[in-house]
């Protein structure tokens, strides 16, 4: 694969959307996110929790807080960088990382109230998708053609990894994700999925039965996880990925993320609406569609059981 070949915004999580995602990715990263009463109204595409708190990421830079379980909304004090930020972790209430375009890396001290820039590569023009980290030293991000880049520092210093030893395997990776036990995986396009079995020293491609992208995936219980993809393909595994059954989405649509709700039960999002339920650990699925109809990125359970959606029209609630 080359890197001037078209498409390469594919990696940008929806594919209805890219014109969006090129558009807000298209700032420099030395700029801070403007103040905005839309910044709730306007793309948002990944979403974690800071314990109480729930913290959502977007274009333009956007970061929004809620400590009411999604009842109410602020924007964060000072985020310094308007590019679209596509994926958030936190590894306790205060410690937090969000990556997106121009390879950008931004921290936070305070549960998101302000954040600061750590890496920036815009000249690289591949962005950052997905981020996981292990501990407040040891992190990881990961994202187009085969980026992977590490930290041992908590994000003072990140330095670029080689993915595979194929030079070729240029693969765009958009979501890292924990599986059972100690195992990591990394969800690619081109039917690929990644293991790490030593905390991502090094990985190996698995080999789902199916030749599309895979946009992320979600472990469900102590032995079995979940991928999911385009056109509505999901998979389960309960042997850390050496065997895998397919699953009945009920859906053409992409599947984007998901979460495990407090009972148990699991839900996965996806474009047009999509929303899919489980309550026997991901064996089986039912569909329902969003009347809007509009791209639904990310998902978490807000106050009282509901579900809260974040995507293309920001985050409403369920």
């Not at 020293?201 to 469900?220: D, I, N």
Request: net charge negative; glycine share 14%; proline share 4%.
């Amino acid at each position: 694969m080359s890197p001037g070949r078209p498409g390469i915004r594919r990696c940008c999580l929806w594919i209805s959307i890219l014109t969006l995602l090129a558009a807000s990715g298209a700032g420099s990263g030395e700029e801070h996110a403007i103040p905005s009463e839309l910044a709730t109204k306007t793309l948002l595409v990944d979403v974690a929790r800071a314990d109480g708190r729930l913290v959502a990421v977007g274009e333009w830079g956007h970061v929004v807080l809620s400590d009411d379980g999604g009842e109410s909304w602020r924007q964060a004090q000072s985020v310094p960088t308007r590019v679209t930020l596509t994926a958030v972790t936190f590894i306790d209430s205060r410690n937090g990382w969000a990556v997106g375009h121009d390879a950008v890396v931004i921290h936070t001290r305070d549960g998101g109230e302000t954040w600061e820039l750590q890496h920036q590569a815009p000249e690289e023009e591949a962005p950052l998708l997905t981020v996981w980290f292990e501990n407040p030293e040891h992190g990881l991000a990961a994202g187009a053609f085969a980026i992977l880049m590490e930290t041992r520092d908590g994000g003072k210093s990140w330095r670029r990894r080689p993915f595979t030893s194929n030079a070729d395997e240029d693969r765009h990776l958009n979501a890292i994700f924990a599986g059972p036990g100690d195992a990591l995986f990394i969800a690619a396009e081109a039917g690929s999925i990644y293991r790490s079995l030593d905390g991502g020293a090094s990985w190996e491609r698995l080999h789902p039965p199916y030749e599309g992208s895979f946009w992320g995936g979600l472990t469900v219980d102590s032995k079995a996880f979940v991928v999911f993809g385009m056109r509505g393909h999901l998979f389960r595994s309960e042997d850390l990925g050496e065997s895998w059954q397919p699953l009945e989405s009920g859906t053409d649509q992409s599947l984007q993320s998901g979460t495990v709700r407090a009972d148990g039960s699991i839900v996965l999002v996806g474009l047009g609406g999509t929303v899919l339920t489980s309550s026997d650990g991901g064996r089986s699925f039912s569909a329902a569609i969003e009347s809007d109809r509009r791209g639904i990125a990310a998902v978490a359970e807000g106050s009282e059981g509901k579900l809260l959606l974040f995507g293309e029209m920001g985050v409403k609630t369920r």
